[in-house]
C-alpha cells in the first residue's frame, strides 16, 4: 500500500496555514473574553471589553469568510491519511467545525443585535427587541452554548493532531505547521 501524504505536497499552502491557525487563536480569544466580560466593572470598561469581543468577532467573521472562499478556489487540498471510520471521523470533525464557528458568529451578531450593544462608546448597534428579557436570554444561552461546543471540538480537533505527531508519527500535525 503506497502513503498518500508521500505522493503529494507535504504541506498545506501558506494562506491555508495562516488562516487556520488566525481562526484558532480569534476563536480561543473571543471565548476567554465571552467568559470573562462579566468581571469587568460596570460602564466604561465593560463596554471597551464587550465591544473588543464584537469587533474580534467582526473580524472572525471576515477570516471565516476568506477562509471558507480560500478553501473553495485556491487552497492546496491534502488527501487524509486516514482510512474507514477515521476518515469519516475526520471529515464530519471538519465540518462540525466550520458548522460550529459559522452558528456561533451568528448567534454572536444577533446577541450584539439584540442588545443594541455600544461600541467603545462612538455608536449603538440597532436593537431590534431589547426589552424582550426572554429572546436576549435564548440568544445568549445559544451563544455562550455554541461557543462552548467549539472550543471543545476544537480542542478534541487539536488533541488528535498531537496523537498523529507523538503517537501514529505521520506527518499530519507538520502539514499544518509554520514554515513553507
Not at 501524504?5 to 504541506?11: C, H
Not at 474580534?56 to 491534502?78: D, E
Amino acid at each position: 500500500m503506497t502513503d498518500p501524504i508521500a505522493q503529494t505536497p507535504q504541506r498545506y499552502d501558506r494562506t491555508t496555514v495562516r488562516l487556520h491557525w488566525i481562526t484558532a487563536g480569534l476563536v480561543v480569544l473571543l471565548w476567554l473574553l465571552g467568559q470573562t466580560i462579566d468581571w469587568f466593572p460596570r460602564g466604561d470598561a465593560r463596554v471597551y471589553a464587550r465591544s473588543t469581543h464584537i469587533v474580534l468577532g467582526a473580524v472572525l467573521v471576515v477570516v471565516v469568510a476568506w477562509r471558507i472562499y480560500w478553501r473553495a478556489t485556491g487552497g492546496r487540498r491534502l488527501p487524509t491519511t486516514e482510512l474507514g471510520r477515521l476518515r469519516a471521523a475526520a471529515t464530519v470533525g471538519h465540518f462540525l467545525l466550520y458548522l460550529l464557528v459559522v452558528a456561533t458568529l451568528l448567534f454572536g451578531l444577533a446577541n450584539a443585535c439584540e442588545r443594541g450593544d455600544n461600541i467603545f462608546n462612538l455608536f449603538r448597534l440597532p436593537a431590534f427587541d431589547p426589552d424582550n428579557r426572554a429572546l436576549r436570554g435564548f440568544i445568549e444561552d445559544w451563544h455562550g452554548n455554541l461557543a462552548d461546543a467549539l472550543l471543545i471540538l476544537a480542542g478534541v480537533h487539536a488533541l488528535a493532531g498531537l496523537v498523529h505527531h507523538y503517537v501514529l508519527k505521520d506527518r499530519v500535525l507538520g502539514r499544518m505547521g509554520p514554515g513553507g
